[in-house]
């Protein structure tokens, strides 16, 4: 197997960097497209042979060097006893507002819950078995309890924060709930074969460090705790979180997702050195010609150059409306300017 991704996270020697892309198997594809123009996102993620084929094709394609599994980080939501509908975003039709609004949160049991999952996992570590890593992956609790009370994306989360100042106790049980149902949730895929955890942090940036490290860094850190004897690099990756490096240091993961905000040899710095890496160029940069992503992929590598550890990845996830060979060409960067 092409264990480059397994060694890069251990912070073991390896012969290049590898790589893989947030969102990798998604709209900008057109065999993805294919895929959606006959089903919904919603029968996409539930039915385990059409999520093991979309994984698979960006592998197929440019040969990344770790598969994420195909899903969304609201899933765990359905398993606690949430409707959620994609719009293109999720959409949540009674968002948590009340401590009798809370009482209606299951902590269940995900592979009762969500079957489908863990099958999706299962079938795609049999048919992955010789050629790369397959990542699994949940939202962390902070973030996936934003969208239970606020019901959908929203640009600044005021419900949620609302909460966090006037009824500080009613947002630890909500967290505490969610908690345990992602601590399962990533345990069960780590069983079903998957061979590494990214928590998605998309919306911890919105805190200050204090109430960050209260309502965000603490529930992360107790997923980490509670998966770290599965014995699997574990990722954490909190969009726009420069001012929490600092903070984030705590996290108790192996490796830390970087946005493109900050050069990567700061960040490591500011974590103390102590993890691998993975990021950071802009999905934007994308967008450019192949000579400029070309010179891009070098700046990030070489500010990569003297971490423990590094995976090449995008700072967020891929733009929909992003050229596919412009993906090829980011990806052939990498593999030539990191030997
Ligand atoms: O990375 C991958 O290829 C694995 C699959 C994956 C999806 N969502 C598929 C998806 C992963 C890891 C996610 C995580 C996710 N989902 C996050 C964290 C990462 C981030 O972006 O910050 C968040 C916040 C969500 C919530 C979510 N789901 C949003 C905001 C959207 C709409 C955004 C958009 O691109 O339109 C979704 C829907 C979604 N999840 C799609 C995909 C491929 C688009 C569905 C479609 O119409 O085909």
Redesign the pocket.
Known sequence: MNDLFLRACRREPVERTPVWI??????YLPEYRAV?ERVG?TT?YRTPELATEVTLQPIDRFGMDAA???????VPAEAMGFDVV?N???VIDAPLRSSSDVRRMRVSDPEEEVPFVFEAVQQLSRELADRVPLIG?A?APF?LAAYLIEGR?TKNFDWTKRLLFAEPQLAHDILDRVTQVTERYVAAQVRAGAQAIQL?D?WAGLLDPALYREFALRYARRVFQATRSLNVPLIYFA?NSAHLHEALAGCGADVVGADWRVPLDEVSRRLGGRFALQGNLDPCVLFAEPAKIESCVRATLEQARDLPGHVFNLG??VL?QTPVEHVAAMVEAVRRHSR
């Open positions: 947030m969102r990798q198997a998604g709209r959606r996102f996409l994420i599994l195909f899903s969304d980080i609201l994609f293109p975003g999720p992956f939202g973030t994306g998605f998309s969009l967020h996830g929909p």
